[in-house]
């Protein structure tokens, strides 16, 4: 042990300027550097395939990550799972290095070698296991699943953040290696998990995606259909079976809504026409709203914009590490149980998409490929906006503020109607509220 205390020692004696800027650049706060390398993993993989000569579209496969098209297609329900898992897993992770740095009271470096300086904050007494080294030995594991091409990146990125911490004077080697490796284990538990969630079937059957449509005429509706051309395969019919964490799947289905309008209706052709207007009569204050809410392909989805506004206003609170990750944790819990019953609702009742129906309808942003009701937007912006009141109440208007013209920004965009984006606001706030009742029976408050 005083071998690896001498070893930090020497190793600040000779810090470079590349040292610096590393170590400058993880003393931000590791929980928030991984959720930024996470985001930054979604935007380089939210492109769908581009269509085979036939015409048909490839899948991604798992099995074969490296192949185009590249695995995963990183859209917003997958991106919204990967969030959850990812920020879960730390989280626990990072309570479980708790228990044991109380356990073993390994003193810090500093305590028994004064030679070495704390080049970075420094909370509590103990040091075993390395907090940092845990969070991001749950963040590489979860990652490495969710990203399989991604593997070599990701143990570069490990590498810089060990050698910051070691530099930072705040662990020594056995501490780094000791958080790491919990943090793998406690990520393999969230990794069977993940391996069983469902989510693997998603995609769904040309058999389901027939059946889809054919409810919806039977129905007496007309039934949604892909815009793009040639027409693509809707995007994850069965990700409202995927098993979440505030809601199990008969939850979901007993909090599905009640259907949209019908077509034949009056309230249908009322605000179909509503769309109409906006698509006819933009503004410059209507399209800006559009394109900062848009969110498209490259981009690390709706989801990842509301973990972009959460870190901003975590860096203002000055939480501690455990505290951003627990926060993270139920935010995008919230938000992954969003896109279940979102898509859920999508699917259960196929309703066509505004400019579908009207071709005067021209939309001002991408037109999404799957069906209108509900609105994605909406409802991961009411559920992200909800929590958020809760944990940074100073920005609850704010925040409050942002998921309306999110939801606005649909209409506006000419791609949904009224009842989609209420109606998924409406749902978000739900789920919203359920990760505050977590939030309150936690213990962390």
Request: charged share 20%; glycine share 6%; proline share 8%.
């Amino acid at each position: 042990y005083r071998l690896e205390l001498q070893e930090i020692v020497s190793r600040q004696e000779r810090m470079v300027e590349a040292d610096e800027d590393n170590l400058k650049y993880w003393a931000a706060g590791t929980v928030l550097r991984w959720n930024e390398i996470l985001r930054e993993l979604v935007a380089k993989y939210n492109l769908p395939p581009y269509q085979n000569p036939d015409g048909s579209y490839p899948f991604p496969d798992a099995n074969n990550p490296l192949a185009y098209p590249y695995f995963p297609f990183a859209n917003p329900p997958y991106a919204a799972r990967a969030y959850a898992y990812a920020s879960a897993a730390v989280y626990d992770a990072l309570v479980a290095a708790s228990h044991y740095r109380s356990l073993y009271r390994r003193p810090l470096p500093s305590r028994t070698n004064p030679k070495i300086k704390h080049l970075i904050p420094v909370t509590g007494d103990w040091t075993y296991p390395s907090d940092d080294l845990t969070a991001a030995g749950a963040s590489v594991a979860i990652l490495s699943l969710m990203f399989p091409g991604e593997q070599d990146y990701l143990q570069r990125r490990l590498n810089e953040c060990r050698e910051a911490i070691l530099l930072s004077g705040t662990c020594s080697r056995s501490d780094a290696a000791a958080g790491e490796a919990l943090g793998r284990g406690v990520a393999a538990v969230f990794i069977a998990r993940a391996r069983t969630d469902r989510a693997g079937a998603s995609a769904g059957t040309p058999a389901l995606w027939q059946q889809l449509e054919q409810k919806a005429i039977q129905a007496g509706e007309t039934p949604w259909k892909s815009l793009e051309t040639p027409p693509r395969p809707p995007m994850l019919p069965a990700f409202g079976k995927v098993k979440g964490f505030l809601l199990d799947s008969l939850e979901v289905v007993n909090n599905r809504p009640p259907a949209p309008p019908s077509v034949h209706s009056e309230q249908f052709k009322k605000e179909l026409a509503e769309v109409l207007q906006y698509s006819l009569n933009p503004t410059r204050e209507r399209i800006a709203i559009v394109h900062f809410w848009a969110d498209g392909a490259g981009t690390y989805t709706p989801p990842g914009h509301w973990n972009a506004i959460a870190c901003s206003d975590f860096v203002k609170e000055r939480f501690s590490e455990v505290r951003w990750a627990r926060n993270l944790a139920l935010l995008n819990m919230a938000m992954f149980d969003a896109a279940i019953c979102c898509w859920d609702a999508k699917y259960a009742y196929f309703n066509p998409r505004p400019s579908q129906v009207d071709p005067a309808i021209k939309t001002h942003t991408g037109v999404p490929n799957f069906p209108a009701f509900t609105s994605g937007h909406s409802t991961f912006s009411g559920a992200a906006a909800t929590f958020l009141a809760h944990v940074v109440p100073s920005r609850a208007g704010s925040s409050t503020s942002m998921a309306s013209a999110a939801r606005v920004s649909r209409l506006y965009g000419a791609i949904h109607y009224r009842s989609d984006i209420e109606v998924g606001m409406n749902m978000g706030n739900m789920l919203g509220g359920m990760a505050v009742q977590r939030a309150l029976t936690d213990g962390a408050e």
